[in-house]
DNA sequence: GCGACAG
DNA sequence: ATCTTGTCGC
C-alpha cells in the first residue's frame, strides 16, 4: 500500500516534537470509521536483545474469521533514541517500509501504543494515521497519561480514561479477570468504534489478534 | 526540584 | 523492548 512521505525522519528530540505539532492539526476524531472492516492490520516491533535490529511486522486478517491474508516482515535499526511521548520515532521508520510492501491495503489498522491517550495527544496511531490515510486505534497493555477507575470485571466492561477533564481513551476489560488494555483513537475512528473494534478482534486473549500476530512475527524473525 | 513515563 | 522460574488455570 502507498504510505505518504509528509517529513523526512527527524535525528533529534526537537526535530521530533516539531513534527508532531505539526500533524497532530491533521488527525480526524470524528470517525467514525468503518462499520464492518474486511481486512485489519495489526502492526508492532520486536528488538534484539545484543544489538540495535529491530524487525517491524504487519500482519493482515479477514476481520470475520480473523485468518491471516498477509504477513511482512522489514529489518532495521534503531535510528531514534526511547524518549517517552517520542516512542513513535523508533519504530516509525521501519513500520513504514513495512506497510509499503504490503500488496493489499486494509480497511483499519490496530497499532500497539497509544493514539490520542500521549502527553503532547499524538501517539503513534495518530502519527501512522497520517501517514497512511487510514482509521487507526491505538492499543496500549500498561497505563501511560491521564486516570481512570478499574472497570468491571466482565469481559466488554470499560471506564473513561481522563486527563485534566477531557476523555482520552477507555480501559477496556478484553477478558473476563484480566487486566484490561488501554484504547485511544488514533485517527478517523471514534473512540466508541474503537473499542467496540478492539473487542470483536480479541474474543479469546487480552491482545487484541492482529497485535499478537504482529507481535510473534516481529520476535520470530529477529 | 525530583520522579515517573507507550515500547 | 529485553533479561528471567515457577506456577496457577483453562
Same mark, same amino acid.
Given at each position: 500500500m502507498r504510505v505518504r512521505r509528509l517529513h523526512d525522519w527527524p535525528a533529534t528530540v526537537p526535530e521530533a516534537r516539531a513534527v508532531q505539532e505539526e500533524l497532530r492539526g491533521l488527525v480526524d476524531l470524528a470517525g467514525p470509521g468503518p462499520e464492518e472492516p474486511e481486512l485489519v492490520a495489526g502492526v508492532d516491533v520486536g528488538y534484539s536483545p545484543e544489538d540495535d535490529r529491530l524487525v517491524a511486522a504487519v500482519v493482515v486478517l479477514?476481520?470475520?474469521?480473523?485468518? &491471516? &491474508?498477509e504477513e511482512v516482515a522489514v529489518s532495521g535499526r534503531v535510528r531514534?533514541?526511547?524518549v517517552p511521548g517520542l516512542f513513535a520515532f523508533r519504530e516509525l521508520p521501519t513500520l513504514v517500509e513495512a506497510l509499503e510492501r504490503l500488496t493489499v491495503t486494509p480497511d483499519l489498522l490496530v497499532c500497539d501504543g497509544y493514539g490520542l491517550a500521549h502527553p503532547y495527544r499524538f501517539g503513534l496511531a495518530c502519527h501512522l494515521g497520517i501517514l497512511t490515510d487510514l482509521p487507526t486505534i491505538g492499543v496500549g497493555k500498561t497505563a501511560f497519561v491521564g486516570a481512570c477507575e478499574p472497570p468491571g470485571p466482565e469481559r466488554g466492561a470499560w471506564s473513561a480514561i481522563t486527563d485534566g477533564g477531557e476523555t482520552i481513551g477507555r480501559a477496556l476489560r478484553t477478558r473476563r479477570d484480566t487486566k484490561p488494555v488501554h484504547v485511544s483513537q488514533g485517527?478517523?475512528?471514534?473512540l466508541s468504534n474503537a473499542c467496540r473494534q478492539v473487542l470483536e478482534l480479541a474474543p479469546r486473549y487480552r491482545i487484541p489478534e492482529p497485535i499478537r500476530q504482529a507481535d510473534r512475527l516481529s520476535r520470530r524473525d529477529i
Open positions: 479477514r476481520a470475520g474469521t480473523l485468518d &491471516v &491474508v531514534f533514541p526511547y485517527h478517523r475512528i471514534s
